[in-house]
């Protein structure tokens, strides 16, 4: 339905609807108009908006999060110093990660 209208209430005395859901101003709320009578309502922009957001996600190489991964001896040191005995604890969780 791109850029259909009709009449009755709304701007100009019309009423817009959705060129992707078909929704009228009035079940859609405010719209945002385009060039030649085509309009988005919100719930299209969000869902849109996720669309894009999902792609790029895609697209784009991953990044490590975390960045650089210390060694397990550095692991080892860091557990040491907030963690009393526990030593085998501290050994595998140093080696796991």
């Known amino acids: 339905m791109a850029g259909s209208k009709s009449s009755g209430p709304g701007r100009e005395g019309k ?12 079940d ?31 697209v784009s190489p991953r990044r490590d999060k975390l960045g650089t991964i210390p060694k397990p001896t550095q692991i080892y040191d ?5 963690i009393i005995s526990q030593e085998h604890a501290k050994k595998v969780l140093s080696v796991s990660v």
Do not use: W
């Not at 009423?15 to 009035?26: A, L």
């Open 78 to 82: 860091f557990l040491n110093q907030y």
């Open 15 to 26: 009423t817009s609807f959705c060129s992707f859901c078909g929704k009228s101003q009035r």
């Open 28 to 58: 859609a709320g405010p719209m945002v108009e385009g060039p030649r009578d085509v309009y988005i309502c919100a719930s299209c922009v969000e869902l849109c908006h996720n669309i894009i957001r999902q792609e790029k996600r895609k």
